[in-house]
């Protein structure tokens, strides 16, 4: 399980090489996001394109926004403006054809179904990354396909 410890290290991003998942990127987009402080501290707190993240969540940063259940709805245009934002400041992390393979079977193998997978693929560009901390606020889904070295580096913002 994730300790106190592992919360709030918002300090140590502008030291550290930093990768964010998909919830981090849309709840600092969001300022009603419950997230959006913290995870708005954590983007704010990276120094010149030390951050990193999937290049799969800007797709899924855009799907989200645009698909929020807030009035008034995010225009798509606005949603294409965050997600150009952030492809601009954070380096972006693609995945070959058989890195995207071996993190399917390794969702496959620990019984994940349906968006479960995303997370997988979402976790191996971070392994893939070097990132010295990995945020989320998924901890519980990405704890149960991260390896060791990887799990070490998840916190919560």
Same mark, same amino acid.
């Given at each position: ?7 709030? !290290?918002? *300090? %140590?991003?502008? $030291? ?5 998942? +998909?919830?981090? #990127?849309? /709840? ?50 606005? !949603?294409? *403006? %965050?997600?150009? $934002? ?5 380096? +972006?992390?693609? #995945?070959? /054809? ?52 990887? *799990? ?6």
């Amino acid at each position: 399980m994730v300790s106190t410890k592992r919360r709030g !290290a918002t *300090a %140590a991003a502008s $030291h550290h090489s930093v990768f964010v998942d +998909t919830t981090v #990127l849309v /709840a600092a987009a969001v300022r009603a996001h419950p997230h959006h402080d913290r995870s708005s501290a954590v983007l704010s707190a990276l120094g010149p394109r030390t951050g990193f993240c999937a290049a799969h969540s800007l797709a899924e940063l855009y799907a989200t926004l645009t698909a929020l259940p807030i009035v008034p709805r995010i225009h798509p245009a606005d !949603a294409a *403006a %965050a997600v150009r $934002h952030r492809a601009q400041s954070l380096h +972006t992390v693609a #995945l070959s /054809a058989e890195e995207q393979l071996q993190a399917v079977l390794t969702a496959a193998a620990r019984s994940a179904t349906t968006g479960q997978v995303y997370d997988a693929l979402i976790l191996a560009a971070a392994a893939k990354s070097d990132a010295d901390i990995i945020y989320t606020w998924n901890l519980r889904h990405f704890e149960r396909f991260a390896e060791a070295s990887t *799990a070490r580096k998840l916190r919560l913002p």
